[in-house]
């Protein structure tokens, strides 16, 4: 039977990343970066799709594990009748970005403990065995590019295309399993003493987030978060992956299975707030210049979504062969959203950079003209339907937040120019800006509802909406505002947490049903500090606290009825949720009250226009 999602820990070295289960198992090893795309995909279908399991031979009485301090390092310690042994998980960081090392350190505790190794291998997705050979201290896999190399002073031996090992440990002892996979027609990477890489790891990710400026009553949570989004961050590039995983459902046994190991523009502005509050400058200007790289070129080719190190080409494919997450199926690995059009990555796009730039990270020689480009393109087709920020796979529509979104973008030029001096044609813009503030306002409010809707003429609701005060379009307090948020609340939640919108088919070309979005519900979260609500602000965000596994982890998505994480895991858009709506409820300006002031000037003026 398949481990649940949250019973899953996160493993990685800043250019890819493992899951690890309670049970002692590796069911997912992803390699993005040396063609083999994934290693171990157990937890896609069956352990015969390639996983490794180090556990106790005998009957386990209890286990817990937890992070060592505030690293990515994993320590799951196991209880038998003969005695307690610990594995300890971590990639080693400093290597190669064509190079993925994973170490396992069995170290006993108490008495003694039988343990069993079983390693299967495969590559591709479950379809290629590698041809496995034994070495003096492991063994080496080789199938075509790619090649592992296993060092460990147990005595292996293959059974059924498996490698499987028996071995005790007693308290005092360590026993060390080093797996490295690197490019098969290039030398075998030095191997190193798995103690030292410990101790190098543990001094990396301690210094790390010593540099974190974190403090609260949340701040282990926050930190833990922001861990996660250090270990999702492609470190040659600075491009943060949506999740390192791909097709875990959003709803167990559905379709709605997505591959997110790329980056959406769409978390350019809140990952940058993310960072910047924690101090983190470094990681937010490296993720400011990889969008600034990736948006670069013709604006009509602007994508919503890009690889790691900015790659364009995403082609989505289907894996037929793979049964799925508790089968849910298909397995999809690649992204046909990387072709929509969706508006609102224009917006993001330069309030990011005007966040960059308030928060004095240094200008890009060419940031500014690329945003001009970018702006005189929007300013010929934010009128044009899209497939908005959820990449509906129906028809284009008239998506209020996109029209929203393409506001802010016009907004962010003006005040590049009234505020940083940057050069521009600001009457034009600020027409601009109000054009669209007044389309909004008459086509996407409905007054029956008091409440803004989905799309121009539609009556749905959709949490996206909750980014209206957000970003600066209308003031927290507008009645408008409060009627959304209420009919949200209403419409929208289950047991209090946030739904994207109501899943119909008509609308995104997929059956209905899906769990509840965890990112959605920290922005009512924010949206409830801005309008003075604190103690249901607090509330909400102790339940969603509640909500993590036992390491500190939050998927895409939580289904309320059967108490389960769901989506693709660990989500850097709940990680980032959690770290903002932390400030918001800490510290006076927060990044919701910061950028919905950065908008209230142009709101206003709008107003008055429409």
Known sequence: MALKIEDYALIGDTFTIALVGRDGSIDWLCVPRIDSDACFAALLGTPDNGRWLLAPEDEIRASRRHYRGDTLILETEFETATGTAAVIDFMPVGGACDVVDVVRLVEGRAGEVAMATELVLRFDYGTTVPWVQSAPDGLTAIAGPIALRLHTPVELEGKDFRTVGRFTVCAGETVPFRLCCFQSYQLEPISREPARLL??????????????????????????????????????????????TTSLPERIGGNRNWDYRYCWIRDATFTLYAFLLSGLKDEAQAWRDWLLRAAAGKPSQLQILYGVAGERRITELELPWLPGYENSRPVRIGNAAHQQVQLDVFGELLDAFHVARKHGIPAHDHAWEVEKVLLEHLEGAWHLPDHGIWEVRGQPRQFTHSKVMAWVAADRAVKAVERFGLDGPADRWRRLRAGIHADVCAKGFDRQRNAFVQYYGGQGLDAALLMIPLVGFLPPRDPRVAGTVEAIQRELTRDGLVCRYLTDEAIDGLPAGEGTFLSCSFWLVDNLALLGRWSEARELFLALLELRNDVGLLAEEYDPVLRRQLGNFPQAFSHVGLINSAHNLTIAAGPAKERAEHGASGASRARRSS
């Open 199 to 244: 101790k190098e790891t543990e001094a990396f990710w301690h210094d790390w987030t010593g540099r974190c400026k974190v403090e609260g009553d949340w701040r282990d949570a926050v930190l833990r978060s922001l861990v996660t989004l250090k270990a999702l961050t492609y470190g040659p590039a600075g491009g943060i992956a949506a999740a390192g």
